[in-house]
């Protein structure tokens, strides 16, 4: 069976697509990565894909909370603020910043 260029480039966008639903958001040594988990299947996507497990993510960057492991994904409630946190940080900003302090002190 040939496969077109056009139908190839779909599959994979298909098989990115899935990565980007299922696959674990997180940060690693200050880069936010995407990973396959302990789950075959999306190890199998990986594969496929040729991506490292895990995978470095330059669309987001790593929220900028002291010792936060989540990706900054959301605008700062604060207006002067253009910065982008995580879904716990961008919104309550002070309890997060004593959450962080806390977490730092431990
Ligand atoms: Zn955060």
């Known amino acids: 069976m040939t496969m077109t260029a056009e139908r ?25 990565v995407l990973m396959a988990r302990p789950d075959s299947t999306l190890e199998y996507v990986w594969h496929v894909l040729g991506w490292a497990d895990p995978h470095p993510v330059t669309e987001f960057q790593p929220c900028p909370e002291k010792g936060c492991r989540l990706w900054g994904e959301h605008r700062s409630a604060k207006p002067d603020d253009d910065r982008l946190f995580c879904y716990l940080h961008s919104g309550d900003n002070d309890r997060g910043e004593t959450e962080a302090s806390n977490a730092t002190a431990n």
């Open 8 to 32: 190839e480039a779909e599959l994979l966008e298909a098989l990115e697509s899935v990565a980007w639903q299922y696959g674990y958001r997180t940060v690693r040594d200050g880069q936010a």
